[in-house]
């Protein structure tokens, strides 16, 4: 089979590979009907994922259907069509047992998937801890649909779950890419007050306008200012921190009001300065990244009532023979890109 694989930093090719095979009782093998290019793949080419082994296959982000299991897979069978989660867990070490799935202690555990072992932008897929890893796909939800439940939708609910919003709240969510949105939409699921966004392409800003009507929308430039106008007690109550931009993170202290939860979201590239003598007072809650993805069945059950729409993200669709393509345009920027699905 043809496999988009990592060679070396700044390479990535489609090369021919053995079809996986199953290597463990609590594995299982997936036929992907439909994966897509993240953000983090990007990091993985520009070599700023040290993790990330050359010669793995990329791709954390699909959906298909379930080719064999091994014998100790109890919740999924032969058939079923699955979402795949990023992330790979026990389910029984003591961060399992705890919800924190990020944090599982088997050396399989965490961002695995396309990153230290073959990933999706293939046909097929080997997925450890099958139990945890996949979750069954409602008839009702087409793979559009679920496409991005394990990760990038995984990562806006978890964000939104612990964020502590309130009803009354104003919620600042900094940044508009393709996470920011799930967040967004994760954000909505909870009704605070007011949302606002803020997000520097004016693109992408066009794109939450016309798509979430209800959201207020900013540029960088303005947004601290907007926030104290259209917030009750000077500043966000709740700030999401999801660009990882220069700025970003002085952006979300600056921007909330005293003894806010500032959840940071974004993946920076950076170190980022706390100037702890200029806060102090403020008794602001930070909350840090990354993503625990066990919370897939309930999302793929919003989406399934129709609370949870990720398909207007999909603005581009490629077979996975012109990935280099799909790649140069997600990469790019270009033609109103926010998500690109690929079928194998
Ligand atoms: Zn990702
Ligand atoms: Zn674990």
Redesign the pocket.
């Known amino acids: 089979m043809l496999a988009y694989t990592y060679v070396k930093p700044g390479t990535f090719a489609l090369l021919e590979k053995p079809k996986p095979v199953l290597l463990h009782p609590k594995d299982a093998i997936v036929r992907v009907t439909l994966s897509s290019i993240c953000t983090s793949d990007l990091h993985i080419k520009h070599g700023s994922v040290p993790k990330a082994v050359p010669g793995i296959t990329v791709g954390h982000e699909m959906v298909g259907v379930v080719e064999a299991c091994g014998s100790q897979v109890a919740t999924v069978r032969p058939g079923d069509r699955v979402a795949v989660n990023v992330e790979t867990?026990?389910?029984?070490?003591?961060?399992?047992?705890h919800g924190f799935?990020n944090?599982?202690?088997?050396p399989n555990?965490g961002w695995a998937l396309g990153c230290r072992i073959d990933g999706g932008q293939a046909p097929f897929v080997r997925v450890p801890f099958a139990d945890q890893g996949l979750t069954v796909i409602p008839d009702t939800v087409s793979d559009e649909q679920a496409l991005f439940v394990g990760d990038i939708l995984a990562t806006g609910f978890w964000a939104a779950r612990i964020s502590e919003i309130q009803r009354e709240d104003t919620v600042l969510i900094l940044g508009a890419g393709p996470t920011g949105i799930c967040t967004l939409l994760c954000v909505q699921l909870q009704h605070p007050k007011r949302i606002i966004v803020c997000e520097k392409d004016p693109q992408r800003r066009q794109f939450v306008r016309e798509h979430y009507p209800d959201v207020l929308v900013v540029a960088p430039e303005e947004v601290e200012a907007f926030v104290q106008n259209h917030s009750d007690h000077g500043g966000a109550d709740v700030v999401l921190e999801v660009a990882g931009g220069n700025d970003t993170f002085r952006l979300a202290w600056t921007c909330a009001r005293p003894n806010a939860v500032v959840t940071i979201v974004a993946l920076y590239e950076e170190p980022q300065v706390l100037p702890l003598p200029d806060m102090y007072g403020k008794n602001l809650t930070f909350k840090t990244g990354g993503v625990d993805g066990c919370d897939c069945e309930e999302i793929l059950s919003l989406i399934a009532q129709g609370q949870l729409d990720t398909t207007p993200l999909i603005t581009h669709t490629f077979p996975l023979q012109q990935v280099e393509q799909a790649y140069a345009l997600f990469e790019e920027r270009r033609d109103g890109v926010i998500k690109v699905a690929l079928k194998p």
């Open positions: 867990f026990c389910g029984s070490c003591f961060f399992c047992r799935v944090n599982c202690t088997d555990g």
